[in-house]
């Protein structure tokens, strides 16, 4: 399984949800966060803000599914064609076990499956 952190603009995060809704990718988190990238915030006259509303887009997927929601969440988040200065990034991380705490299930990365007992 793989985590799929997205930061992206706050006005394309509508376009995001909804492209990985209609990929199939409905379970997602999101968290509205403050950063900024390389550029070091943005200089307006005499004042610089260093401190850029984005969002965090979470979602954990098989394997197999990442390059296709890595896609379709790049191809949602662009500004334009070819993109802008601080349409954000996404970070890729393994996720070796996930728990249900409804069901008390836990998932491993290898496919395996069992209930844990509390």
């Known amino acids: 399984m793989i985590m799929i952190k997205s930061i992206v603009r706050p006005e394309k995060v ?3 949800l909804a492209a990985l809704m209609e990929a199939g990718f ?4 999101k968290v509205s966060v403050v950063g900024r990238g390389k550029q070091r915030g943005i200089r307006i006259g ?8 984005k969002e965090l887009l979470l979602t954990v997927v098989e394997d197999q599914d990442k390059d296709y929601v890595i896609k379709t969440v790049i191809e949602a988040a662009r500004t334009g064609a070819k993109g802008a200065y601080g349409d954000g990034k996404i970070f890729v991380s393994s996720v070796h076990e996930v728990y249900t705490i409804s069901s ?6 290898s496919g ?6 509390i």
């Open 14 to 16: 509508d376009n995001v």
């Open 26 to 29: 409905p379970a997602v988190t």
């Open 46 to 53: 005499e004042i610089t803000y260093d401190e850029i509303p």
């Open 104 to 109: 008390g299930i836990k998932e491993m990365s």
């Open 112 to 117: 395996e499956i069992e209930e844990v007992k």
